[in-house]
């Protein structure tokens, strides 16, 4: 149940969370095969140190450390731009050419957080001459805004990259480029400042957007402007007007190249959800009018297609259209979408929802007793609308499909619903292609066919075991007639969109282990991975799911005969009419390398060109090495472009051969570089942290080789050295679990004062810091975890760098749990701390997992809880995995993590297990942040905790002195003066008032 789930394996990352709810992230160009080297297992990846001890990271440090936001490589590849933020403060934007000895811009932009709406961070023109970027307040100004209460104000820069020449746009709130046409630039600017003692709203509710030709001339103001949007070609830009009182609203189009503009439409109502065609010159929006009579909304979607044409379309939609259903109305919650081919608009139906009637009795009180949705307090979810005279019942029905806190939680989501329908211009009326049962349908390309869904037979079922079953469908787009391809999937293999081939005309599927290929036409399927030579579930998934696949379909060809495919290690061709299937990679099972994610491909391409080479990125199972591979996809074979000790991740420019890349370890940051075809003539772009030099830093990684109490599988954990690391000495470490974390091997822990137990701040504070990976037996989660972690830190204590005296272990939900459970079967640790810990996995089983408004249960059963049942049909199964039942076995100081409005593990998880402790005379310590949810989102809390957590690291595991909270604990009367008194720790511009008691 963490904030951030475990990091699974790096293989296909996409499957993992299909089906399943997580409680709770050099190069060669040679052609030879990569191997895995074994001598690399157990080596430091950086040199031990033999300079003078350097300074560990102070505060100030984790603050200003600094990282790279939204990185852009031009079309061409030759330039990349950025933002180069610390942690907290003022941040700047960097735009450089990508050629050797290349300059680079630097532009101050303030402080970029959270907050300031849809302002847009960085873009790059798509004729790559232009590039844009938002500037924010300072800190200190964002700080006086807050203060005053008043809305932060942004302002937009370009920079023209042939000259330099840079200008503003004050009062900016977002930009669009004109697709590739990209000299024009939209700006949309912030509403002026409300006139002090002003009388009356202002009549014009949208906002004012300039349209300016960069090359010259002066900018085209439009006003009241409600949504406005380019078309792909950069040839027109339409809009909607938006005017408080409707009086000339409409929508407009601008011609750009000539300026003429054109009313499109015009009526006294609201227009939105306007739209483009993806492909072509079809416009579409929804124009709505407020029916007193029914006290409802009605819609009407208007379309425009071929406007460049001699002669374009133009149609109407309302609920008077042919072939409307009985019952039914448009509906403005769902963006209509026209057909590439502007033959077909497909738009939203909706049922009538006239408004409740007005009452006359007086409403409810607020205030800390009224109801409201969340957690914390045994759950709450708010009763619906009401006043004096009406009850405020929650109705829990046996029958239900779903529990009432569900549907609470996607009660907005339940009330836009809507049913999705085509208009064919060919055939002019209304065809409904989903209704209630069938409600999640994709349209494949060709617009002749689609692919849809049935859950609801399985639906309450899939409340309680978590098994989302469904039935899956091909539609006829033409008239919504369906034919049933298969029953009960529990996962027909990804996202519907990726099972469509490129042509439209079939489907893949996957069901029990094999893919199947359907034929929209015939209607038959056949099994294409009948007799190959591989397997196609993941035999590695420790779950209680049968046969799970490995991934969704690594794509199609591009005549739609050929189906792409993986194992855990390859990738395999296999044709939907039959023939022998090609293991197009080869190596990948042999050598233990992961054929994981494609990079570099059109995102324009309608399948894969087998005539063109697949770059494939890749990852070395057992060395934790990563890289790229260019793959045969038609004969087979591969070539390597990289295979590094590091993490790498891959981009390429949409029209040129420039590969920019990050690589990264565990003491080296992700700087970004770039090189020609093939990864030839690498050059570094970026240099984020040269400071990182002054400072105590890891001395390297290593891996940790152990097995596994319950299993005789080979595991691994990360083991990152303490800065001055010394070979013979030993340190105390900090050992900190998920389930699969070794994989982080090469991750580097950007510093910083929010992350709780953050590796590079331990590591320079002097601690080894193990995160080993854990294997689960059916029925057994927590017993699994101490098979697995106390072998792992056993190995690491063997490798001779590990103090055994000095050992910690922390985790947080899921790992909070396991950290909570291994304290109660084994002495190895010398203290512990629990975020947010599920300690009785009786009560945890049937409570509401608030967040999402679900049971437990379906987790336990088919997620990460691991039972094959219920606790009421293996009782014994879920005791002797409750820490609670041997809370008197634990014997070390103890501190919880636990928040009262936790809606993934219910704070009275957290709160009986601190009293259980304190009434058996235990070390236990319960630190609380009022009103946070699973993890901390308040960075005052984030920091709070993080210096917590390390002053109480510091004193067990090097004997620094406890402070006061520490030793007695805080009185009520004196928590606002201790909190004031500690805020010096986490913020260095805060003077101490007087000494902090230790």
């Given at each position: 149940?963490?904030l ?34 074994t ?7 950086a ?12 505060m ?48 101050a ?5 959270a ?15 232009w ?52 000299d ?7 509403p ?83 739209a ?45 259209s ?61 009763p ?12 829990w ?53 689609a ?14 075991d ?52 359907h ?92 005539t ?38 891959f981009?390429?420019a ?58 005789d ?66 029925d ?27 050992v ?13 459970f ?16 599920l ?76 009293n ?8 236990v ?8 949810n ?6 005052a ?57 230790m």
């Open positions: 149940m963490p951030v789930p475990s990091l699974l394996r790096r293989s296909f990352p996409a499957l993992r969370g299909l089906g399943a709810t997580v409680l709770m992230t050099l190069p060669a160009a040679v052609s030879a095969q990569p191997t895995v080297p001598a690399a297992r157990g080596a430091a990846t040199a031990q140190a033999t300079t003078a001890p350097k300074r560990p990271l102070t100030e440090d984790l603050l200003s450390w600094r990282g790279i936001r939204t990185p852009a490589l031009s079309n061409d590849g030759r330039w990349m731009a950025y933002v180069l933020a610390p942690n907290e403060g003022d941040a700047e934007f960097v735009v450089r050419g990508t050629a050797a000895g290349a300059t680079e811009t630097r532009v932009i303030g402080e970029p957080a907050g300031f709406g849809g302002a847009s961070g960085v873009a790059i023109s798509g004729n790559n001459r590039v844009a970027y938002t500037v924010y307040p300072t800190a200190e100004e964002a700080r006086k805004a807050r203060r005053d209460r008043k809305t932060p104000v942004t302002k937009v820069g370009v920079i023209d990259l042939t000259t330099g020449a840079k200008r503003e746009f004050e009062r900016a709130r977002s930009f669009r480029f004109a697709g590739d046409r990209s024009v630039l939209a700006v949309q600017l912030m002026p400042d409300a006139p002090a003692g002003g009388n009356g709203a202002p009549a014009v509710s949208g906002s004012t957007v300039l349209l300016v030709d960069l090359t010259g001339g002066a900018p085209v103001t439009l006003v009241g402007v409600g949504e406005f949007a380019f078309d792909a070609a950069g040839r027109y830009l339409a809009w909607t007007v938006d005017q408080r009182d409707q009086l000339g609203n409409g929508v407009q189009l601008r011609e750009l190249s000539t300026g003429v503009v054109r009313a499109l439409d015009g009526a006294k109502a609201q227009y939105r959800r306007l483009w065609a993806d492909t072509g010159d079809a416009l579409a929006v929804i124009r709505s009018v407020a029916d007193s009579a029914a006290r409802d909304t009605a819609s009407t979607i208007l379309g425009w297609a071929r406007l460049t044409s001699r002669t374009p379309v133009t149609l109407s939609i309302d609920d008077q042919a072939g409307m259903p009985a019952g039914l109305m448009v509906s403005a919650d769902r963006m209509p979408k026209w057909s590439d081919a502007q033959g077909t608009i497909y738009f939203g139906l909706r049922e009538p929802r006239p408004a409740p009637p007005a009452s006359t009795a007086p409403p409810v009180g607020g205030g800390a007793s009224a109801p409201a949705p969340g957690a914390g307090a045994g759950g709450q979810i708010a619906a609308r009401q006043d004096e005279d009406t009850p405020s019942l929650i109705l029905h046996w029958k239900d499909p779903r529990l009432q806190s569900a549907q609470q939680v996607t009660e907005a989501q339940d009330r836009s619903f809507s049913y999705l329908a085509a208009w064919h211009i060919a055939t002019p009326k209304v065809v409904r292609l989903s209704d209630a049962t069938v409600r999640d349908v994709v349209i494949a390309d060709g617009d002749r066919w692919l849809g869904a049935d859950f609801t037979p399985y639906e309450r079922q899939a409340s309680v978590g098994r989302a079953l469904r039935d899956l469908y091909a539609i006829d787009a033409t008239t919504g007639e369906r034919t049933l391809i298969a029953k009960g999937l529990q996962n027909p293999g990804g996202p519907y969109r990726s099972l469509l081939a490129p042509d439209g005309q079939r489907a893949a599927w996957y069901d029990d282990g094999h893919w199947h290929v034929e929209f036409a015939t209607r038959q399927s056949r099994r294409v991975t009948e007799g190959v030579a591989a397997t196609f579930w993941d035999d590695e998934d420790d779950h209680n799911v049968v046969k799970p696949p490995v991934a969704p379909p690594f794509g199609w060809s591009r005549d739609s005969r050929q189906l792409f495919v993986r194992d855990n290690w390859d990738l395999w061709r296999v044709g939907v009419a039959g023939g022998p299937a090609l293991n197009v990679t080869g190596n990948g099972k042999a050598q233990g390398i992961r054929y994981q994610m494609r990079v570099g491909a059109d995102p324009k391409e309608k399948g894969i060109d087998l063109k080479p697949l770059f494939v990125e890749t990852y070395g199972e057992r060395t934790k090495r990563e890289g790229l591979m260019q793959v045969d996809a038609q004969r087979g074979g591969t070539r390597v472009l990289a295979w590094e000790d590091a993490k790498v991740d981009r390429r949409r029209d040129a051969e420039i590969w920019a890349f990050t690589r990264q370890t565990f003491v080296r940051f992700p700087d970004w570089y770039v090189a020609d075809a093939g990864l030839a003539n690498e050059r570094r772009l970026t240099d984020a942290n040269p400071q990182q030099a002054e400072v105590a830093w890891s001395a390297g990684a290593r891996l940790i080789d152990y097995t596994c109490e319950n299993s599988t080979p595991m691994q954990g990360a083991l990152f050295l303490p800065a001055g690391y010394e070979e013979g000495k030993r340190y105390p470490t900090l050992t900190y679990i998920y389930e699969l974390l070794s994989q982080g091997l090469h991750a580097y822990a950007q510093p910083n004062a929010t992350r709780y137990a953050n590796p590079s701040v331990y590591t320079s504070r002097g601690y080894a810091y193990f995160m080993p990976d854990i294997r689960y037996q059916l057994e989660p927590g017993r699994s975890a101490v098979w697995c972690v106390v072998p792992a830190v056993k190995a690491a204590i063997a490798a001779g760098i590990v103090d055994s005296t000095n910690a272990l922390q985790g947080h939900s899921w790992g909070g749990y396991q950290t909570s291994i304290t109660t079967q084994t002495n190895l640790f010398k203290t512990a701390i629990a975020g947010a810990p300690t009785d996995m009786v009560s945890m089983f049937s409570s509401v997992y608030w967040n999402s408004g679900n049971t437990n249960q379906g987790i336990f059963i088919s997620s990460q809880g691991r039972f094959r049942s219920s606790y009421a049909r293996n009782p014994d199964a879920y005791l002797r995995n409750s820490p609670n039942r041997f809370a008197q076995n634990v014997n070390i100081p103890f501190m919880i993590l636990h928040n009262d409005r936790d809606g993934a593990v219910d704070f009275n998880q957290g709160i009986t297990h601190y259980t402790l304190r009434e058996l005379g235990k070390e310590v319960l630190l609380e942040y009022v009103g946070e699973h993890g901390l989102a308040r960075p809390n984030q920091k709070d905790y993080a210096m917590r957590m390390q002053e109480w690291f510091d004193h067990f595991l090097q004997g620094k002195p406890a402070p006061q909270w520490m030793q007695e604990g805080v009185p009520r009367l004196r928590m606002e003066e201790h909190l004031r008194e500690r805020r010096p720790l986490v913020d260095p511009k805060v003077a101490p008032k007087k000494p902090i008691a």
